[in-house]
């Protein structure tokens, strides 16, 4: 079956950068979008990013745009989100997810945390 | 920019009992709209797609609608499972934009 492990949380100061990693199995990534959505702490979901399944295009939240990158290396089997220029308000659990039809996010992993703090 | 409104923030019933969730669009986006569920210390599933498509292992008991920008998450009858949060999705826009959330409890 699908699985999604991501991997690459930690803690980092304001500004700094971090790289996060989402492993899939069990499909061919070749043939699938992916995405990356957050939550902070007691809060709600917040959709990132998204990549189509040949990395043609990418799409972002305001709030991430410019700082944020996603790429998938299909080879290994993997979807990368490098943050850069990390705010405060970054702080949160970080899932990767499949796409569905361009529309909907089918697949879940269980999240990196990424806590940003001097 | 496309804004998802779900009521009631929080909505307390017991085992057994039907629940009705809302989610309003602030403009049209279609039959475009998807259900997850996210319970405490877990990734959140995805129940419905297309307003009303359940997705693959879903139980019937849970169900949707829509009626213009108005959809509706129904539950038949609660089970202590099914005590979560809700969020609707639209995929309208190419944004993928979640609501605020629906949190229910147990009374």
């Known amino acids: 079956q699908v699985q999604l492990v991501e991997s690459g949380g930690g803690v980092v100061q304001p500004g700094g950068s971090l790289r996060l990693s989402c492993v899939a199995s069990g499909l061919n990534l070749g043939g699938h979008g992916m995405h990356w959505v957050r939550q902070a702490p007691g809060k709600g979901l917040e959709w990132v990013t998204f990549i189509r399944y040949d990395g043609s295009d990418d799409y972002y939240a305001d709030s991430v745009k410019g700082r944020f990158t996603i790429h998938k290396d299909n080879s290994k089997s993997t979807v990368y989100l490098q943050m850069s220029s990390l705010r405060p308000e970054d702080t949160a659990m970080y899932y990767c997810?499949?796409?569905?039809?361009?529309?909907?996010?089918?697949?879940w992993g269980q999240g990196t945390l990424v806590t940003v703090s001097s | 920019e496309i804004v998802l409104t779900q009521s009631p923030a929080t909505l307390s019933l017991s085992p057994g009992e039907g629940a009705t969730l809302s989610c309003r669009a602030s403009?049209?986006?279609?039959?475009?709209l998807a259900w997850y569920q996210q319970k405490p210390g877990q990734a959140p599933r995805l129940l419905i797609y297309d307003a009303n498509r359940r997705a693959t292992g879903i139980p019937a008991r849970f169900s949707g609608s829509a009626s213009g920008t108005d959809f509706i998450l129904s539950i038949s009858s609660l089970e202590p499972e099914d005590f979560a949060v809700y969020y609707c999705?639209?995929?309208?826009?190419?944004?993928?934009?979640f609501g605020q959330g629906t949190k229910l409890e147990i009374k």
């Open positions: 999705q639209q995929g309208s826009d190419g944004l993928f934009r």
């Open positions: 997810a499949k796409d569905k039809g361009v529309k909907y996010l089918d697949y």
């Open positions: 403009q049209s986006i279609s039959s475009f």
